[in-house]
């Protein structure tokens, strides 16, 4: 069954500072996506970045980028240069191609603080 | 351009009553999905739609629930003999590739469901 990881209820990183938050899935599907959003306090869910299991290079969008090791089944969200906006739930998600139905699968999210 | 939108924004109503929430996709977005997200935890996939069809309906709880997508555009997701258990956000999205496994879904902003 897919299933999603991230064991980090809470982060905290100090501005300008990376971060990484930490994800592990589990899929017998060869084609699958993994995303990765932003949810703030007001509630509204933001794409930030995705990376399909065939793409041979990391995801990279702005200060957002997604260090895929498919071995080890991880896609952890790097995210550069903190900036006090970036304080969110993030929530990692999996979504199997055709023999898993396209329903896409969250994680339990990960809390991040940035600190001033 | 419009983003996906969900009414209403907040729904009161009482054990064993019956509501509707109502999602309207983004134009042209031909996949839609239904989540429900409870306090502290990640959305929970209900039900996905490809045009009219529900393509897989495999987290609909049980036969309470139900989801109607009738011209391929606004959804309905219905719910009978609501319980204190259904309390939540439930959020839809929609996404204009359906049949990738990397298609961007775009939320909307949820509708708060209380059950009293």
């Known amino acids: 069954a897919q299933k999603i990881t991230q064991t980090q209820p809470g982060m905290f990183v100090q501005e300008k500072e990376a971060v990484t938050l930490d994800c592990t899935y589990d899929t017998s599907d060869q084609s699958y996506g993994l995303f990765w959003y932003k949810q703030p306090s007001s509630g509204e869910m933001i794409f930030l970045i995705y990376?399909?299991?065939?793409?041979?290079q990391n995801a990279t969008e702005g200060r957002y980028s997604l260090n895929f090791q498919k071995a080890r089944k991880s896609a952890n969200l790097v995210i550069s240069a903190s900036q006090l906006g970036d304080s969110a739930m993030y929530f990692c998600?999996?979504?199997?191609?055709?023999?898993?139905?396209?329903?896409?699968?969250f994680g339990a999210g990960t809390r991040l603080f940035v600190k001033a | 351009g419009a983003g996906v939108s969900q009414t209403p924004s907040n729904k009161v109503t009482e054990k064993g009553k019956y509501v509707e929430l109502r999602c309207d996709p983004i134009s042209g977005h031909t996949a839609l999905y239904w989540y429900r997200q409870s306090l502290g935890q990640g959305p929970e996939f209900l039900i996905y739609?490809?045009?009219?069809?529900?393509?897989?309906d495999s987290g609909l709880p049980n036969d309470r629930f139900f989801a109607v997508r009738p011209e391929g555009s606004v959804s309905t997701l219905k719910i009978q003999r609501t319980e204190r258990g259904d309390s939540a956000v439930y959020l839809c999205?929609?996404?204009?590739?359906?049949?990738?496994?990397?298609?961007?879904?775009?939320f909307g902003p949820g509708t708060r469901l209380t059950v009293l």
């Open positions: 739609f490809q045009g009219t069809g529900a393509a897989d």
């Open positions: 998600a999996m979504r199997e191609g055709r023999t898993g139905g396209f329903k896409t699968i």
């Open positions: 999205a929609s996404s204009l590739n359906p049949s990738g496994s990397g298609d961007e879904q775009f």
């Open positions: 990376q399909g299991s065939y793409d041979e």
